[in-house]
């Protein structure tokens, strides 16, 4: 027994049995290491194996993989994404991914994937991607934004606001995120009766004054009256095209008549008799032509977004390019009228 303490107290027999736990632990630690990278390969295949298209898969394939085309590709896989091609920039995506060993590029190439799937429509695969991407890594922030879209085109506006906690949390300016998904979540909440959303919506927009496109679009539609009385003369120019294709059933005339604004719009369109010039070129020249008798020229418009400078023949809440809030930058010009009239809220 003497014999059995005086071995466990040797200074040397402490060093051998530090340097034994020592041994087990990297050991432990290196092969747990391999586990977690074999599952995080399995799970990645699984993932690529769901999506699998038939684009430039054919040409992928014949083309041996070297670490030196790798990026040639990536930059290859953005100009397809930017200029709509989506189909040949997730077929590049997905071929770079089989064969990328490092992880943060990894990442990176998941991401362009999941942003062409929702940029395609794909919105379910859009969605599985970034939630792929975020439980290694949920601190990303342009993910979780991208993630917040999808449900928002989805009209997931509950799981839309959960997104928003995180980003909070990160330091994120969420003020306008909040409003615009409760502006949208009321909208479409179909269990709300008529006049307990036309409130909702008439408080959400006093409370801000923001998001006026989408406001005074439902209400013109579903309560003119209420519209009317709350439309700012300093709003009017940021909705010109709204009010240009409204019925003539929709118009109250004494709320135009007090609007040296829309008097002119009115006046332009030929609804009453055109005003004296207000200062707006275009709006102004179709009103002159107006009383000179000649009704051929109307306008047209544009909708550039304030963010990235992308112009759309149609109106947007959210960049379809860049996905800014409230950019949307209205654009005129004169054009010969077809005889047509248009009305976006109908």
């Given at each position: 027994m003497d014999a059995l303490l005086i071995n466990y107290r040797d200074p040397l027999f402490a060093v051998l049995l530090i340097a034994g736990m020592v041994f087990v632990i990297a050991l432990v630690s290196y092969w747990w290491g391999v586990y977690v990278k074999s599952r995080k390969s399995r799970r990645l295949q699984r993932f690529l194996r769901r999506f699998e298209t038939q684009g430039v898969k054919k040409s992928l394939e014949s083309m041996p993989y070297s670490p030196t085309i790798t990026q040639p590709l990536v930059l290859l896989a953005k100009a397809y994404e930017k200029s709509g091609e989506y189909n040949n920039a997730i077929e590049i995506g997905l071929y770079l991914l089989k064969h990328c060993e490092d992880e943060a590029l990894t990442y990176e190439l998941m991401e362009?994937?999941?942003?062409?799937?929702?940029?395609?429509?794909?919105?379910?695969?859009?969605?599985?991607?970034?939630?792929?991407?975020?439980?290694?890594?949920?601190?990303?922030?342009?993910?979780?934004?991208?993630?917040?879209?999808?449900?928002?085109?989805?009209?997931?506006?509950?799981?839309?606001?959960?997104?928003?906690?995180?980003?909070?949390?990160?330091?994120?300016?969420?003020?306008?995120?909040?409003?615009?998904?409760?502006?949208?979540?009321?909208?479409?909440?179909?269990?709300?009766?008529?006049?307990?959303?036309?409130?909702?919506?008439?408080?959400?927009?006093?409370?801000?004054?923001?998001?006026?496109?989408?406001?005074?679009?439902?209400?013109?539609?579903?309560?003119?009256?209420?519209?009317?009385?709350?439309?700012?003369?300093?709003?009017?120019?940021?909705?010109?095209?709204?009010?240009w294709f409204l019925p003539a059933s929709y118009l109250d005339y004494d709320r135009i008549k007090e609007s040296p604004k829309l008097s002119a719009i009115y006046g332009a369109r030929g609804d009453i008799e055109p005003p004296k010039p207000i200062g707006w070129f275009l709006i102004d020249m179709l009103g002159h032509l107006r009383k000179t008798g000649f009704d051929k020229a109307t306008l047209q418009f544009a909708y550039l977004c304030d963010s990235c400078k992308q112009q759309f023949p149609v109106p947007f809440e959210r960049c379809p390019r860049c996905l800014a809030l409230d950019s949307v930058v209205v654009e005129r010009e004169i054009t010969k009228a077809d005889g047509e009239t248009g009305y976006n809220l109908l």
């Amino acid at each position: 027994m003497d014999a059995l303490l005086i071995n466990y107290r040797d200074p040397l027999f402490a060093v051998l049995l530090i340097a034994g736990m020592v041994f087990v632990i990297a050991l432990v630690s290196y092969w747990w290491g391999v586990y977690v990278k074999s599952r995080k390969s399995r799970r990645l295949q699984r993932f690529l194996r769901r999506f699998e298209t038939q684009g430039v898969k054919k040409s992928l394939e014949s083309m041996p993989y070297s670490p030196t085309i790798t990026q040639p590709l990536v930059l290859l896989a953005k100009a397809y994404e930017k200029s709509g091609e989506y189909n040949n920039a997730i077929e590049i995506g997905l071929y770079l991914l089989k064969h990328c060993e490092d992880e943060a590029l990894t990442y990176e190439l998941m991401e362009l994937v999941g942003t062409t799937y929702m940029h395609a429509g794909f919105l379910e695969r859009a969605r599985t991607t970034f939630m792929q991407i975020l439980r290694s890594n949920p601190r990303n922030r342009r993910v979780l934004n991208d993630l917040m879209v999808v449900y928002e085109r989805l009209q997931d506006f509950k799981r839309a606001k959960e997104v928003i906690e995180p980003l909070e949390t990160m330091g994120a300016d969420v003020a306008d995120l909040k409003l615009y998904l409760e502006l949208k979540s009321v909208l479409a909440d179909s269990q709300l009766e008529h006049d307990e959303k036309v409130q909702k919506v008439v408080s959400l927009y006093e409370k801000s004054g923001k998001f006026e496109r989408i406001v005074f679009e439902y209400l013109l539609k579903n309560e003119p009256r209420r519209a009317w009385e709350m439309v700012k003369e300093e709003d009017i120019e940021c909705l010109i095209d709204i009010f240009w294709f409204l019925p003539a059933s929709y118009l109250d005339y004494d709320r135009i008549k007090e609007s040296p604004k829309l008097s002119a719009i009115y006046g332009a369109r030929g609804d009453i008799e055109p005003p004296k010039p207000i200062g707006w070129f275009l709006i102004d020249m179709l009103g002159h032509l107006r009383k000179t008798g000649f009704d051929k020229a109307t306008l047209q418009f544009a909708y550039l977004c304030d963010s990235c400078k992308q112009q759309f023949p149609v109106p947007f809440e959210r960049c379809p390019r860049c996905l800014a809030l409230d950019s949307v930058v209205v654009e005129r010009e004169i054009t010969k009228a077809d005889g047509e009239t248009g009305y976006n809220l109908l």
